[in-house]
Every structure is written in structure tokens, then in C-alpha cells.
């Protein structure tokens, strides 16, 4: 990475034909601006409808939230991992985290990031190796985390993309038919499919990935939505857990935006509901079938004991006729929240969620008692396989008991 501070950006938004103009972000005293081009306002895609609809004239925003960023670019910002490895490579040429503005930190996202928006000038970065060896990525990341590995900064930065959360994370390219993996931020190879790969960070277990993959399982039995996964091999631990970017179609890009990044709702902080999820979901596809697959993901969460279902961990997705859904679900897996409790309420409810809670919680999705009471028993029944589906993944005995009592004991 070559760090050259900018002032202003271009905004662009690509849907696989080539960027078109958004705007112009610009940084002053500290105060971002923003400013929309006539040409894309007249166009009609609204990219963040509520909290930064198309309209001519120059906005800027709370420096509170997100440093000053509207939500919709902060989207495109890595968080957790991706920040430190940022970080880290500002220290490694003399400079503070400080030092790099916002607008810096989305140059260095360039082209690369999640969802179809670009930004310019990018930031050059080190392409990284066209061979992907899993363990060692593993074995660096833990290096990093623990303050070590300097001189792989540079690759697992390229490797990281923008993709957010606090577990070491690589953008690869995979072709599932010869199991050949390459470098996933620039155009891939024919054959070859854009995914993320996710590592144990120094909290996690070695069967993190295995945890993760059983609950995908699950999920997909339970009726949610989600792209293909894969438990790849490891040397240590019983495997690293990948998923399918659900951002890209062929050589398309799908514009995506957070419920974080849409209601301007810090996702470190607790402050939303299920029920304000499926009244965002009615409101951007106005389709009572997305806020069904809203409370899917509400049941799923609370009777599977994921508690950490913060307000980035749901994404919707716009297509470049501006029509929005519910992305696939991720990050499904067993946890806590702050506190222990539900990181998003139900109806009020945070510390114990239940079925009643959910019930009341239907009628906001416009579900009868009884089609609710179906998709309930549905998932109780799906997450009653995770036993035998964690045993045959090899998760330690002692986290099939933990997590099974849990699943046992959630929404009663």
C-alpha cells in the first residue's frame, strides 16, 4: 500500500458495464461533503433513500456518527480486521491511524469493495500472490492479531477487500469444480467464483469454522435464504468456513447497503428492533415476501442462540433498475451479545426473546398466527439436528454439549 492523502473523491457506482457518476465527497476542516452529479440524480437510483435521498445542493453530516461519512459509504469502510491491517500498514510507513482521513480509507477501497460503488482516486495496493494457501493465511492472521507479521500486511490487506467484522477474512477466487483458489479483488479466471473465507481470530475455538458451517445448514432447513457455503480443510482445527459473495452475479455487482448504514444506526451499539428490520424491509421492496424472510432470520437468530445480530449483520441489495431485497443471511453462528442479551430486541425484549415475543412480532411482517407458528416449529426442528450435524463436523464435545443446551433452552 503507497498511502497518498486525498480531499476529495469521485463517487462512482458499477454494475458490471462500467462505473456511472454518483458524485463528489470532499473533506474540509474536518467536515465531510457530499455533493450528487445532475446526471445521476436525473437517473433515479436512490442509493441510501433515507438518510441521503437525491437532491441537488451540498449536504454534510454529523462527525459523531461514522467519522462524518453518510452511512451508505461507511458501508463500503472494512471494520474489525480490515481496519487494524489498515492500521497497521500506516505504522509500517511512519504514519498514525489518525493521520488517514475518511476519504483516505475509501480510496484505499478503490474498485474493490463490497456492493457496486467505487471510488477515485484508489489507493495503489500490493495485487498479492495468485496462489492461496489457507493455513498460512490462517497462521498469519493469528501472527497479526498477536502484533507480529508485518511484512504480510501488504497481501492480506489486498486479500481482505472491504468486508467487515472483527474475524481475519480473505476475498478469494474459487472454482468449485477443480478446487483451485486465486486472488478474489481483481476480475477472476473463467471458471472461477468470488468468495470469502473466514479465520479464527485469538477468542474463537479451533472449530469456529465447523460452528459456523453447521448453523449455515441449519439455516438452509430452517427456509433462509443463503448462497452456497463450503467447510474448506485445515491442518489445524477442523476447517475454515467459506461463503459465496452474494454482492456479485457473474461479472454484475449488486449495490449493498446495511440496515447500519440506512437508518445511520452505530452497529456497536444496541438500538434497534426486529420490528423496525421489517419495517425497513417493507419500505425498501415494499414485497411482504422480503419481510417474511426478515422474520425467518428473527426466529432463526433467537432460537439459535446468535445474539450477535447487530445492525450490519442485515443487508439489502439493489439492482441497477433501483429495485431492493433482503441479501442471503450470513454470519449465522452461536453467540453472545452485550450482556448476553439479543443485540436487536424483539418487540421490545433483549435479555429472553421468546416464542410469544416472536408471535407478536409476526404481525408486523403481516403473518397469520398460524403460517408464524409454522416457520417457529420449522426452525425448532432444523436446529434440533445440530448434535449429530456438529458431531459429524468435527466440533469439540465439550461445544456440542454448550450449544446444544442453549438452542435447548432459547425462545422457551
Same mark, same amino acid.
Not at 82 to 98: N, S
Not at 160 to 182: E, F, L, V
Given at each position: 500500500? /503507497?498511502?497518498?492523502? %486525498?480531499?476529495?473523491?469521485? !463517487?462512482?457506482?458499477?454494475?458490471?458495464?462500467?462505473?456511472?457518476? %454518483?458524485?463528489?465527497?470532499?473533506?474540509? #476542516?474536518?467536515?465531510?461533503?457530499?455533493?450528487?452529479? +445532475?446526471?445521476?440524480?436525473?437517473?433515479?437510483?436512490?442509493?441510501?433513500?433515507?438518510?441521503?435521498?437525491?437532491?441537488?445542493?451540498?449536504?454534510?453530516?454529523?462527525?459523531?456518527?461514522?467519522?462524518?461519512?453518510?452511512?451508505?459509504?461507511?458501508?463500503?469502510?472494512?471494520?474489525?480486521?480490515?481496519?487494524? $491491517?489498515?492500521?497497521?500498514? &500506516?505504522?509500517?510507513?511512519?504514519?498514525?491511524?489518525?493521520?488517514?482521513?475518511?476519504?483516505?480509507?475509501?480510496?484505499?477501497?478503490?474498485?474493490?469493495?463490497? *456492493?457496486?460503488?467505487?471510488?477515485?482516486?484508489?489507493?495503489?495496493?500490493?495485487?498479492?500472490? #495468485?496462489?492461496?494457501? &489457507?493455513?498460512?493465511?490462517?497462521?498469519?492472521?493469528?501472527?497479526? @492479531?498477536? *502484533?507480529?507479521?508485518?511484512? %504480510?500486511?501488504?497481501? &492480506?490487506?489486498?486479500?481482505?477487500?472491504?468486508?467487515?467484522?472483527?474475524?481475519?477474512?480473505?476475498?478469494? *477466487?474459487?472454482?468449485?469444480?477443480?478446487?483451485?483458489?486465486?486472488?478474489?479483488?481483481?476480475?477472476?479466471?473463467?471458471?472461477?467464483?468470488?468468495?470469502?473465507?473466514?479465520?479464527?481470530?485469538?477468542?474463537?475455538?479451533?472449530? =469456529?469454522?465447523?460452528?459456523?458451517?453447521?448453523?449455515? &445448514?441449519?439455516?438452509?432447513?430452517?427456509?433462509?435464504?443463503?448462497?452456497?457455503?463450503?467447510?474448506?480443510?485445515?491442518?489445524?482445527?477442523?476447517?475454515?468456513?467459506?461463503?459465496?459473495?452474494?454482492?456479485? /452475479?457473474?461479472?454484475?455487482?449488486?449495490?449493498?447497503?446495511?440496515?447500519?448504514? @440506512?437508518?445511520?444506526?452505530?452497529?456497536?451499539?444496541?438500538? $434497534?428492533?426486529?420490528?423496525?428490520?421489517?419495517?425497513?424491509?417493507?419500505?425498501?421492496?415494499?414485497?411482504?415476501?422480503?419481510?417474511?424472510?426478515?422474520? +425467518?432470520?428473527?426466529?432463526?437468530? !433467537?432460537?439459535?442462540?446468535? +445474539?450477535?445480530?447487530?445492525?450490519?449483520?442485515?443487508?439489502?441489495?439493489?439492482?441497477?433498475?433501483?429495485?431492493?431485497?433482503?441479501?442471503?443471511?450470513?454470519?449465522?453462528?452461536?453467540?453472545?451479545?452485550?450482556?448476553?442479551?439479543?443485540?436487536?430486541?424483539?418487540?421490545?425484549? *433483549?435479555?429472553?426473546?421468546?416464542?410469544?415475543?416472536?408471535?407478536?412480532?409476526?404481525?408486523?411482517?403481516?403473518?397469520?398466527?398460524?403460517?408464524?407458528?409454522?416457520?417457529?416449529?420449522?426452525?425448532?426442528?432444523?436446529?434440533?439436528?445440530? =448434535?449429530? $450435524?456438529?458431531?459429524?463436523?468435527? !466440533?469439540?464435545?465439550?461445544? %456440542?454439549?454448550?450449544?446444544?443446551?442453549?438452542?435447548?433452552?432459547?425462545? +422457551?
Amino acid at each position: 500500500m /503507497i498511502f497518498k492523502p %486525498v480531499s476529495t473523491i469521485r !463517487v462512482g457506482m458499477d454494475f458490471g458495464s462500467g462505473p456511472l457518476d %454518483v458524485g463528489r465527497l470532499a473533506i474540509r #476542516d474536518r467536515i465531510i461533503y457530499l455533493e450528487y452529479e +445532475r446526471s445521476f440524480i436525473e437517473r433515479g437510483l436512490e442509493i441510501s433513500p433515507l438518510r441521503l435521498p437525491l437532491q441537488p445542493g451540498l449536504k454534510s453530516f454529523d462527525a459523531a456518527l461514522f467519522d462524518g461519512l453518510p452511512g451508505v459509504f461507511n458501508d463500503s469502510l472494512p471494520d474489525g480486521w480490515g481496519r487494524l $491491517l489498515f492500521d497497521r500498514a &500506516l505504522r509500517a510507513q511512519g504514519l498514525t491511524p489518525a493521520q488517514a482521513s475518511p476519504l483516505d480509507r475509501l480510496a484505499h477501497v478503490g474498485a474493490g469493495g463490497m *456492493g457496486a460503488l467505487t471510488y477515485e482516486p484508489a489507493m495503489e495496493t500490493n495485487a498479492g500472490s #495468485d496462489d492461496i494457501d &489457507l493455513d498460512w493465511l490462517a497462521g498469519q492472521a493469528l501472527e497479526v @492479531l498477536e *502484533g507480529h507479521a508485518d511484512e %504480510v500486511i501488504g497481501e &492480506l490487506l489486498a486479500l481482505n477487500g472491504s468486508s467487515t467484522g472483527a474475524r481475519p477474512k480473505a476475498m478469494i *477466487g474459487y472454482n468449485p469444480k477443480t478446487g483451485a483458489m486465486t486472488h478474489g479483488q481483481s476480475d477472476l479466471p473463467k471458471g472461477f467464483e468470488p468468495w470469502l473465507v473466514k479465520f479464527p481470530n485469538t477468542q474463537d475455538g479451533k472449530d =469456529a469454522g465447523a460452528i459456523e458451517y453447521v448453523y449455515a &445448514l441449519m439455516a438452509r432447513t430452517a427456509g433462509i435464504e443463503m448462497t452456497h457455503t463450503h467447510l474448506f480443510p485445515a491442518k489445524r482445527g477442523a476447517g475454515f468456513f467459506a461463503t459465496r459473495r452474494f454482492d456479485r /452475479i457473474g461479472k454484475n455487482r449488486l449495490h449493498a447497503h446495511t440496515a447500519s448504514g @440506512l437508518l445511520h444506526a452505530d452497529h456497536r451499539t444496541p438500538s $434497534l428492533d426486529y420490528e423496525d428490520l421489517i419495517a425497513l424491509t417493507l419500505r425498501l421492496t415494499r414485497d411482504v415476501r422480503e419481510a417474511e424472510k426478515m422474520f +425467518r432470520l428473527a426466529v432463526f437468530n !433467537v432460537l439459535g442462540h446468535n +445474539r450477535d445480530d447487530h445492525a450490519k449483520n442485515f443487508t439489502f441489495l439493489m439492482d441497477a433498475a433501483g429495485n431492493w431485497s433482503l441479501s442471503p443471511a450470513y454470519d449465522l453462528t452461536f453467540s453472545s451479545g452485550p450482556g448476553g442479551e439479543q443485540t436487536t430486541m424483539v418487540k421490545g425484549e *433483549g435479555k429472553a426473546p421468546g416464542e410469544a415475543h416472536l408471535l407478536a412480532l409476526a404481525k408486523e411482517a403481516s403473518l397469520a398466527p398460524k403460517d408464524a407458528k409454522a416457520i417457529i416449529d420449522q426452525t425448532r426442528e432444523a436446529l434440533g439436528q445440530w =448434535a449429530t $450435524l456438529a458431531k459429524e463436523h468435527d !466440533v469439540a464435545a465439550s461445544t %456440542v454439549r454448550l450449544i446444544a443446551g442453549r438452542i435447548e433452552r432459547a425462545g +422457551r
